[in-house]
């Protein structure tokens, strides 16, 4: 039994009997749609999918790097251009790689292989400090506004929208981080919109193709430019030989893939255009987006039960305002949220700004809970532990996973979390699928995650004049330098408090980071 079909039957109990290859449907059918949440099978099915593509290829990513997973994803790429496909491959500037000699190559490894950055300053792929600088107190706003959307399209038939970004980080390859994160398979009319989507992005007036950057322009025209060093299976370690011996049975995989989607009732997308929105003012970080109306309408139509999962949960003005109305006008509605914990977090301004807006969840009826770095139930999040892959080191899982479930009924996929950047700042992409059987399975992949042995439960802490501590840390926190030092909750396990924060390491680099960022809380949070 192939690795895919073994997690296919732990998890969702589908036999994996050896049947014909199922073709894809049509799309003029009705939406078709599949969660993948092992990162091992994301990165399986994006190269299988690659490898069988017949005529196109489209890539939006916040992040691509240059690592095994990355170079594996794109050397896939190539060989799809190579035999005739177009491929197109859009990736956010800042965080995607940046290292020179790879971007020459990139730019003229094949004519059917364009690569295109979001949003470059300065037009040039690794600016100068005094540039970066000038770039910001000019255009404050446009250098902060980022493409966060993720989807790959192959052959307009096919698309696997949702968290992940492409790196090692985000399938299972066990580095120093790997993240729990979430995507959907869907055919259908839904591919239409999101080929749309992709077409406004590619045509944006910012989106620079990667010749026509400054400095890989002049890198291009030196003798002996760099060129692309082709990857094959025998050149990686044990965990990427794997997924290529499992790529050799592509029937399986194709098997595998149409046994997970299923037909649901009703399905859309939610999307922001490039640019995100119009702003008053080089420095304008407010107002709102199109993909938050979208989710806080979907909040909206809640009677019993809310369930998020979020790397973080940053309230803004306006999101604060939104949780506090929904619960005076529904204080019966169960709202739970999971997401990360100090211990298991990645970005550390994210967490101490979640963490300032703890006391705030617990009054808006909101129940918190926070991921563990090593759960108890790893080897079910991440099946290469179970399999003891012998060269690979395991050290930390954090919740990347953006997601949302409305009674049961309706749920959300998607790169938005639940911060002022994305409301704000940042493009997002998601689907939104009204389907009951879909919607509980979402629910039930998101609660194996808040299993006690999984997560801690953020609650009020049991202390002298406990009421009055929670007015001066409220009010600590409007302030510009926020310096009150009493904290108002704390984490549970089971019964028992472990405190505040999760680790006592009251004097390490990430415990001061912890405390810079919740003191400055106030400035940074429209940035977070």
């Not at 290829?57 to 896939?76: H, L, P, R, S, Y």
């Not at 197109?88 to 059917?112: C, G, I, N, T, W």
Request: proline content about 6%; glycine content about 6%; hydrophobic content about 40%.
């Amino acid at each position: 039994m192939c690795f895919v079909c073994l997690v296919i039957t732990v998890l969702w109990g589908i036999p994996c009997v050896a049947q014909p290859a199922v073709s894809l449907p049509n799309e003029s059918e009705t939406h078709r749609v599949g969660l993948v949440d092992i990162g091992y099978e994301a990165l399986l099915f994006r190269i299988h999918l690659i490898r069988n593509a017949q005529k196109t290829i489209d890539v939006q990513t916040f992040i691509w790097e240059n690592d095994a997973c990355g170079k594996a994803f794109m050397q896939a790429c190539i060989d799809a251009a190579e035999r005739g496909v177009q491929v197109r491959f859009l990736m956010d500037h800042y965080y995607s790689e940046r290292d020179m000699d790879a971007a020459v190559a990139l730019a003229q490894v094949h004519p059917k292989l364009q690569i295109r950055r979001y949003r470059p300053p300065d037009n040039r792929l690794n600016s100068k400090i005094h540039q970066n600088m000038a770039h910001m107190a000019l255009a404050f706003r446009s250098h902060n506004q980022r493409m966060h959307n993720k989807v790959m399209i192959v052959d307009g038939r096919i698309a696997l929208p949702g968290g992940r970004n492409i790196s090692n980080h985000y399938f299972d390859y066990i580095a120093d981080r790997n993240y729990l994160d979430r995507d959907v398979l869907i055919t259908g009319p839904l591919v239409e919109e999101l080929k749309a989507s992709f077409e406004e992005y590619w045509d944006y007036h910012r989106s620079v193709p990667l010749p026509a950057l400054r400095d890989v322009k002049k890198a291009l025209a030196k003798p002996n430019a760099p060129t692309w060093a082709a990857t094959y299976p025998s050149d990686y370690d044990t965990f990427l030989q794997t997924l290529y011996r499992d790529l050799e049975h592509s029937d399986r995989i194709e098997q595998t893939i149409q046994a997970r989607m299923q037909p649901v009732d009703h399905a859309w997308v939610s999307v922001d255009p490039p640019g995100k929105k119009s702003g008053f003012g080089l420095w304008n970080l407010g107002g709102g987006s199109r993909s938050a109306v979208d989710l806080m309408k979907v909040m909206e139509t809640a009677e019993q039960s809310i369930l998020i999962q979020s790397p973080y949960m940053v309230m803004s003005t306006r999101s604060g305002y939104f949780f506090r109305h929904l619960h005076r006008e529904h204080p019966d509605l169960h709202v739970e949220l999971l997401t990360n914990s100090y211990a298991s977090t990645g970005n550390m301004a994210a967490y101490a700004g979640a963490f300032r807006t703890r006391p705030a969840a617990l009054r808006y009826g909101i129940d918190v809970y926070e991921f563990k770095p090593e759960p108890r139930d790893l080897a079910l999040f991440m099946p290469p532990v179970a399999d003891g892959q012998p060269d690979l080191i395991f050290d930390k899982l954090s919740v990347h996973a953006k997601s949302l479930v409305v009674d049961q009924q309706t749920a959300y996929v998607g790169s938005f979390n639940l911060d002022p950047r994305s409301m704000h700042l940042n493009t997002e992409l998601g689907i939104v699928v009204e389907d009951i059987a879909f919607a509980q399975r979402l629910e039930y992949s998101i609660r194996l995650s808040l299993d006690s042995g999984n997560c801690w439960r953020v609650e009020y802490r049991t202390m002298p004049f406990g009421a009055v501590n929670r007015k001066i840390e409220w009010t600590s926190q409007h302030l510009p330098l926020d310096l009150w030092p009493i904290t108002s909750t704390e984490l549970i396990e089971g019964e028992t408090s472990i405190g505040t924060l999760p680790t006592h390491d009251r004097w390490s680099r990430k415990r001061w980071m912890f405390r810079i960022n919740k003191t400055l809380g106030l400035i940074t949070r429209p940035l977070i």
